[in-house]
């Protein structure tokens, strides 16, 4: 079985009259939910200006960024970040491809996957942040248009 936790089909956005890493989105996972099996989901699509300012979009669980990527001269992303419970509730492992955010399925990377420590026996916190290479006047966004997030359960 599995399900969808959390959705926005509403944008949010960090305007760039900071540079500072801001959160568009935050949920909180109760510990109950999650397995030591289960695998968690997170689809996310994005928008920003095409322009040479870096443009950094990130996505966390229990604080640890499992996908981020900087762009440029482009209008918009999407990604698919996934982690899978390895028999434990606090032994993780993800793709190591967080410079691609996990664009696409089937994306690749260079290095071993990771394995994380995060304790899923407490809540845990999902987050989209978005952040601005430089500061300007405040008339460009980085807007995060939809986030799902889904479990996989494993028995």
Partial sequence: ???????????????????????????????????????????????????????????????????????????SGRGVSRIYMRGGKNVEIYSNSTSALGWAEGTSSSSAPIVAAIDTNSDITINATAQWGASGAGSNLITLERIAIGIKYQY
């Fill in 1 to 75: 079985r599995s399900g969808i936790l959390a959705m926005k089909n509403t944008s949010g956005s960090v305007s760039d009259t900071t540079s500072s890493e801001q959160d568009v989105y935050s949920v909180v996972i109760p510990a109950a939910l999650i397995g030591p099996n289960d695998e968690i989901f997170i689809e996310h699509l994005w928008q920003w200006p095409n322009s040479a300012t870096n443009k950094t979009a990130k996505v966390k669980f229990g604080g640890t960024t499992i996908g981020a990527v900087t762009a440029t001269t482009s209008a």
